[in-house]
Antibody, heavy 122, light 110 residues
Framework: QVQLVESRGGVVQPGGSLGLSCAAS????????MHWVRQAPDKGLEWVAV????????YYAESVKGRFTISRDNSKNTLFLQMNSLRAEDTAVYYC???????????????WGRGTLVTVSS | QTVVTQEPSFSVSPGGTVTLTCGLS?????????PSWYQQAPGQTPRTLIY???TRSSGVPDRFSGFILGNKAALTITGAQADDESDYHC??????????FGGGTKLTVL
């Protein structure tokens, strides 16, 4: 079955960096666009970024543009999110999510990982 | 900056019907926005209910339906059950590769 498993998050100081990964299995990873979505404590969902199936097209929320980088390694069935210049407001559970039906970046997130908590605090 | 609007809270009686909406701060929602809906119980991962306006995700009962209602996307739940009590989130594609979530609706069944 389809599985998405995010790497362990952690505690990072403001201004620091952290990289997340998402290991995919149970489907043809190289045929699907992938999203990152986050949720701050007791807040709603916030879309972070999306990456096309081949890594050629990537888009970001304004709140993370220039600080976060989404990428993928299709040979390892893995999605990444590199987060730099972290701020307290980046504290959230980060989910990776797949689009449906071998869709593209204009397809929504539909299959979700369980999420990983990133805390930005001194 | 595009803002996606949802009712902050809603209540429905057991067995009743409720319609939640998802709008844009400027403009109308259409099928081109690929509206999608998610249910999230406290402490749980989001569960996809509806995507691309009206496609029900695998395993989702037909009590849940999505459609365009006037200038908004809508999610109707019929025959509300106690375990429908959750947060409901919508997301819209606003162009240029960008997606925006609404603030979520807290649904109470009582």
């Amino acid at each position: 079955q389809v599985q998405l498993v995010e790497s362990r998050g952690g505690v990072v100081q403001p201004g620091g960096s952290l990289g997340l990964s998402c290991a995919a299995s149970g489907f043809s990873f190289n045929s699907y666009a992938m999203h990152w979505v986050r949720q701050a404590p007791d807040k709603g969902l916030e879309w972070v970024a999306v990456l096309s199936y081949d890594g050629g097209h990537k888009y970001y929320a304004e709140s993370v543009k220039g600080r976060f980088t989404i990428s993928r390694d299709n040979s390892k069935n893995t999605l990444f999110l590199q987060m730099n210049s972290l701020r307290a407001e980046d504290t959230a559970v980060y989910y990776c999510a797949r689009v449906p039906n071998q869709g593209i970046v204009t397809s929504p997130p539909t299959t979700w990982g369980r999420g990983t908590l990133v805390t930005v605090s001194s | 900056q595009t803002v996606v609007t949802q009712e902050p809270s809603f209540s429905v009686s057991p067995g009743g019907t409720v319609t939640l909406t998802c709008g844009l701060s400027s403009g109308s929602v259409s099928t081109s926005n690929n509206p999608s809906w998610y249910q999230q119980a406290p402490g749980q991962t989001p569960r996809t209910l509806i995507y691309n306006t009206n496609t029900r995700s695998s395993g989702v009962p037909d009590r849940f339906s999505g459609f365009i209602l006037g200038n908004k996307a809508a999610l109707t739940i019929t025959g509300a059950q106690a375990d429908d009590e959750s947060d409901y989130h919508c997301v819209l594609y606003v162009g240029g590769g960008i997606w925006v979530f609404g603030g979520g609706t807290k649904l109470t069944v009582l």
